[in-house]
């Protein structure tokens, strides 16, 4: 894909969408950190109704840590493994106190220390809460720049690096957030909606879906 098309893509992605934003629920940097760790394997609706009730009752790194694991599993027991997701958010919350003074990190290595946080969910809280220009490659955003022709690859780590690469600058702040939706609404992984995608004639799938005749 050559860098007209690239930036012909974003731009049609911006038009429609100017200042997306993640479906999680949060109001600090903390709060997203404890979002984006429960939502491994799980939805962003279902993240949002667990926490929902957690962040009423304790919204920082002392709060929840005072909840200890059997507390904090009370609040998320309907997402999937609450309960290893539970003792990683503890061990978290002791370590923000004990090595940050609380605050949530701003630095990838720092972030990738904590239990439970990835580089996927480090990338996410470097972009989202820290606006840095960086992308967090997940199911969606692997399947989109491959089907596209965005940034092929065959790990996650070499679609990002190429995603990194390609995307063009002035569009690399959102193109996480854009990719994302695209790929939760649009470009699905059964039946995506190619015939109301808005760039389906500059996408490079082979197997695009045809409106019915």
Not at 44 to 69: E, H, M, Q, Y
Not at 159 to 180: G, I, N, S
Request: hydrophobic share 40%; glycine share 8%; proline share 5%.
């Amino acid at each position: 894909m050559n860098e007209s098309k690239r930036r012909a893509i974003f731009a049609r992605l911006s038009a429609a969408n100017p200042a997306p934003r993640t479906e999680l629920n949060y109001q600090s940097a903390f709060e997203l950190l404890v979002a984006v760790i429960l939502s491994a394997q799980a939805t962003d609706k279902s993240v949002n109704k667990a926490t929902v009730g957690l962040f009423r009752t304790a919204n920082n790194p002392a709060g929840i840590l005072a909840l200890g694991v059997d507390g904090l599993s009370a609040h998320i027991r309907s997402i999937g493994l609450y309960n290893s997701k539970a003792k990683n958010i503890i061990a978290t919350c002791r370590l923000l106190l004990e090595r940050h003074g609380g605050a949530v990190p701003a630095s990838r290595d720092e972030l990738e220390s904590l239990p439970g946080v990835g580089r996927k969910t480090a990338n996410v809280i470097l972009n989202t809460a820290f606006g840095e220009a960086t992308i967090a490659v997940d199911t969606h955003i692997f399947r989109v720049a491959n089907r596209t022709g965005l940034g092929v690859g065959k790990t996650v780590r070499m679609v990002e690096e190429k995603l990194l690469k390609f995307v063009p600058p002035e569009f690399l702040q959102d193109a996480h957030h854009w990719l994302l939706l695209h790929g939760r609404y649009v470009c699905t992984a059964r039946n995506p909606a190619c015939p109301r995608c808005g760039i389906a004639d500059l996408c490079e799938y082979r197997h695009k879906t045809h409106a019915p005749i």
